[in-house]
């Protein structure tokens, strides 16, 4: 499984940008994808969710300024990032994981780069 990520930069305090994430491979249909951020100096943290079914949940942080979505039949993730402060600053990366024979398989893309100035 390879996931190819896109969309980070540079934008000032209030403005946004919109993350994809694009999954090829062998891929369950039944999975959750994700976006996950790290901070220097701070461990990676979950920032949005989405099951293959829809299900959405958000770190308390972007709640109501983020939105997650994906496009099943692409095996895309998008995140559309809104009002956005210079605490979100931090490398975004992509996740993609799901059960197959009772184990989880756990798949990431390489950082996209976002900078939030303020």
């Known amino acids: 499984v390879q996931l190819q990520a896109s969309g980070g930069g540079l934008v000032q305090a209030g403005g946004s940008l919109r993350l994809s994430c694009a999954a090829s491979?062998?891929?369950?249909?039944?999975?959750?994808m994700g976006w996950y951020r790290q901070a220097p100096g701070n461990q990676r943290e979950l920032v949005a969710g989405?099951?293959?079914?829809?299900?959405?949940n958000y770190a308390d942080s972007v709640k109501g300024r983020f939105t997650i979505s994906r496009d099943n039949a692409k095996n895309t993730v998008y995140l559309q990032m809104n009002s956005l402060k210079p605490e979100d600053t931090g490398v975004y990366h992509c996740?993609?994981?799901?059960?197959?024979?009772?184990?989880?398989?756990?798949?990431w893309g390489q950082g996209t780069l976002v900078t939030v100035s303020s």
């Open positions: 989405i099951t293959s079914a829809g299900t959405t």
């Open positions: 996740n993609l994981n799901f059960v197959r024979l009772f184990r989880r398989y756990d798949h």
């Open positions: 491979g062998s891929i369950s249909s039944i999975n959750t």
